[in-house]
């Protein structure tokens, strides 16, 4: 299975499903809020050609999934967007997206990864852990209402 995903760098070819794949997401667990509409209404602008980076997730020329790096300052990334179809979640997608994810950013010398999550997504805190990423003060204005944890990747560590 491991072989079997393609990481795709994204283009505006794509936009509808990175859109759906986040709406699906979101609408599942928690609600689509305005900061994530207005983000996935407008991947280029406000990820793209801030210094961030979008992929596709395709297995057997289909998309299955996506996520995103906003950049927040000079080696320091957001792991964002992160959303798998839901027929295929439980399938070990994530664990291939976060070694990616993390292969990526060393091999861009990134010092930190950051991702914001919530303590009932128990798969998913227990995915970051997994791959090193440690609890850390959530900031005060946080964007997203259900963020309630934040968690960091010290690539320099």
């Known amino acids: 299975m491991a072989n079997s995903l393609s990481f795709i760098p994204y283009s505006s070819a794509y936009a509808e499903a990175f859109k759906a794949l986040n ?4 609408s599942h667990y928690f609600e689509v809020e305005p ?8 991947p280029k602008e406000e990820i793209l050609e801030a210094g961030g980076f979008i992929f596709m997730v395709e297995k057997k020329q289909q998309t299955i999934g996506t996520f995103a790096f906003i950049k927040k300052a000079e080696g320091l990334f957001e792991f964002s967007k ?7 979640r439980g399938q ?5 997206i976060m070694q990616f994810a993390i292969q990526f950013a060393e091999q861009h010398h990134w010092n930190k990864l950051i991702l914001y999550s919530n303590t009932s997504l128990e798969n998913s805190i ?10 850390v003060p959530i900031d005060p204005g946080i964007l997203y209402a259900r ?4 968690m960091e990747l010290d690539l320099k560590a």
């Open 126 to 135: 227990y995915l970051y852990r997994k791959y090193g990423f440690q609890e």
């Open 35 to 42: 900061y994530d509409e207005k983000v996935l209404s407008n």
């Open 92 to 96: 070990g997608i994530g664990n291939q």
């Open 147 to 150: 963020g309630n944890i934040k």
């Open 82 to 88: 992160m959303a798998v179809t839901p027929h295929l």
């Open 23 to 26: 709406v699906e997401w979101l």
